[in-house]
């Protein structure tokens, strides 16, 4: 039998906690999983629900674009394009609603054994990293289908990804902090993703922001702010192969903003979470 032996130095307990985490992640793959499982239950096509959902919000966002007359980038499918937005708003918003409500929902289990509760928000992101690949499955097949082929920018397509994560971590753990106390916040979250479509360039380009002499620099630094500014731009202009040419300062600002949310939900998390068990 293997014994081990934990030894406790004065100021290593964060180090402690992070290293906790990395051993604990047969828990956060079991986790995300299980949500996987839980999620498709008892339906009829069960996973393939996770293609048929984004296929659904692509023809309909593209309906409703070519409806208004929606400009799309010269030479590009007007479905490409509003792919290129929907697929990263719908890893947010699953990403942020699940993340801001994985406590709650796992309450039993937080009441009843010891491990870094961090878990339990990363294995909901890792459940949304299985739907966003089944919704870029959905791309692909219509990037075949139209023939269209994306240029060499598509290679950082990872690197916008996980600044989608970080997007839809941060507030999403700030949310789940505040939500164990004050269940008012699980009411808030719907309302956020809801409202956040409104002011998130899906069914608009930040061109038409940036670009708009009409709108003040002010309320263009408040649009900057929002951090799916930055990810959404950043796709179009990865798989559009360079057509949607990203504003350097809004995408900066909006990186800033995304960073500023992780670091606040992190510190918030990490200073409640020893209360989660007595308050749930």
């Known amino acids: ?27 956060l793959l079991f986790l995300a999983w299980r949500d996987v499982l839980v999620r498709y239950k008892q339906t009829a096509i069960g996973i393939l629900w996770g293609l048929l959902r984004p296929a659904i919000t692509i023809g309909a966002m593209g309906f409703i674009g070519w409806l208004f ?48 509760r961090l878990v339990l928000p990363f294995s909901t992101v890792l459940t949304s990293l299985i739907d966003f690949a089944l919704a870029l499955a959905v791309m692909a097949m219509l990037m075949v289908i139209y023939g269209f082929v994306p240029g060499i920018e598509a290679l950082l397509l990872p690197f916008f990804l996980l600044l ?34 409104y002011i998130t360039p899906v069914a608009f380009s930040s061109a038409a922001v940036f670009g708009n002499p009409a709108i003040p620099e002010a309320l263009k630094l408040l649009y900057a702010c929002n951090p799916m500014v930055a990810v959404v731009d950043g796709f179009r202009w990865c798989l ?35 209360g989660f068990a007595d308050i749930i």
């Not at 039998?1 to 051993?23: C, F, K, Q, S």
């Not at 890893?91 to 009441?111: M, Q």
């Not at 040419?245 to 600002?253: R, S």
Request: net charge positive.
């Open 164 to 197: 989608a994560l970080v997007a839809s971590f941060g507030p999403g753990l700030l949310i789940a902090s505040l939500n164990v106390k004050y269940r008012d916040f699980r009411y808030l979250v719907p309302f956020i993703v809801q409202f956040g479509l």
């Open 240 to 274: 559009l192969g360079g057509n949607e040419p990203i504003h350097q300062t809004g995408f900066l600002v909006s990186c800033g903003a995304s960073l500023a949310l992780l670091l606040i939900g992190v510190v918030r998390f990490r200073r409640t979470e020893r």
């Open 1 to 27: 039998m293997h014994r081990h032996r934990i030894v406790i130095e004065p100021g290593t307990a964060d180090l402690r906690y992070w290293r906790e985490l990395w051993d604990h992640r047969g828990l």
């Open 69 to 116: 007359g929606a400009e799309v980038p010269e030479g590009t499918p007007r479905v490409i394009t509003v792919c290129a937005a929907v697929l990263p708003w719908q890893f947010f918003a699953t990403s942020f609603g699940e993340t801001a409500n994985s406590l709650v929902a796992n309450s039993n289990l937080l009441t009843k054994v010891y491990f870094p």
